[in-house]
């Protein structure tokens, strides 16, 4: 148990690395971008920049592959809820209702949502 506990605070302190950090956040970016594309789907956009994490660290390449597709995921809500068209087949019931907020000029509150929905379930 108490092992257990000592490599989970190790691979904690190792996530939390400036380095590890920033390429993150970079992944979680680039995630986004590919998710709102519609036609790229969360598997396809890690699947894709699989070769980039060959040369780093196996911890920080599953943190960056993660990035990639938490990112994804959420990126393709942005094209449901604003041109009715899901980026990854997760977010095809945020086409329905997303959309109708669009419509409704509350385009910024759904994405909102959307945002924080995403958050917490990640």
């Not at 691979?11 to 950090?21: D, E, Q, R, V, Y």
């Not at 041109?83 to 086409?95: E, L, N, Q, R, V």
């Amino acid at each position: 148990m108490l092992e257990t506990l000592s490599l989970m605070g190790m691979g904690f302190i190792h996530a939390m690395n400036p380095l590890t950090l920033v390429l993150m956040i970079g992944a979680t970016a680039l995630g986004i971008t590919i998710g709102c594309l519609p036609g790229l789907s969360a598997a396809m956009g890690v699947a894709l920049l699989l070769p980039v994490t060959f040369g780093m660290d196996q911890a920080t390449g599953l943190i960056v592959l993660g990035g990639i597709y938490c990112g994804a995921i959420f990126g393709g809500s942005i094209s449901a809820i604003l041109i009715h068209t899901p980026g990854t087949p997760a977010s095809a019931a945020t086409a329905i209702e997303g959309y109708e907020l669009t419509k409704k000029g509350l385009a910024a509150k759904a994405l909102a949502v959307a945002c924080f929905a995403s958050f917490c379930g990640g």
